[in-house]
């Protein structure tokens, strides 16, 4: 599979390439992801230095806590990517990537936040916070 992959907001104010492997996805039902969105978030990452973000100007990034940023077009109000203050990787949307996207699920944290409104009867892996190898920032 190319390791190169591009997307984009709905109205295609912000657009990013990304180089290099991407991480599997990881679905995030924590309460700050289902408000922003209203539902959860399946996000895969990348690192900072294999990621160019085209149309910056209109990407805002809202500081959702002391640890991390959420961005978002603010045009269309596209949610996009998710970024902690520590590390040197950003999260991005799967459902911002065009197709294909050669992406997989990988796993579900914040399960203990999730809505009562749905079930997770996928088969993957679940985890009342995070899992050791996803750092996240405290609700």
Not at 35 to 57: L, M, N, P, R
Not at 62 to 77: L, N, P, T, W
Not at 115 to 130: H, N, R, V, W
Request: contains cysteine; glycine residues 10%.
């Amino acid at each position: 599979m190319d390791e190169n992959h591009s997307g984009s907001c709905l109205c295609g104010a912000v657009r990013f390439r990304t180089r290099g492997l991407l991480r599997g996805v990881v679905y995030c039902h924590c309460s700050q992801c289902r408000k922003q969105t209203g539902h959860f978030v399946a996000a895969t990452s990348s690192k900072d230095a294999e990621i160019d973000i085209e149309g910056a100007d209109a990407l805002t990034w809202y500081g959702a806590s002391d640890a991390a940023k959420r961005g978002f077009c603010r045009s269309c109000g596209s949610v996009m990517f998710w970024k902690h203050s520590e590390l040197d990787t950003i999260s991005i949307m799967a459902g911002s990537f065009d197709k294909p996207t050669g992406l997989s699920a990988e796993s579900h944290i914040f399960v203990g936040d999730k809505g009562d409104y749905y079930a997770i009867d996928d088969g993957l892996p679940q985890f009342e916070k995070s899992t050791p190898s996803i750092k996240v920032a405290d609700e």
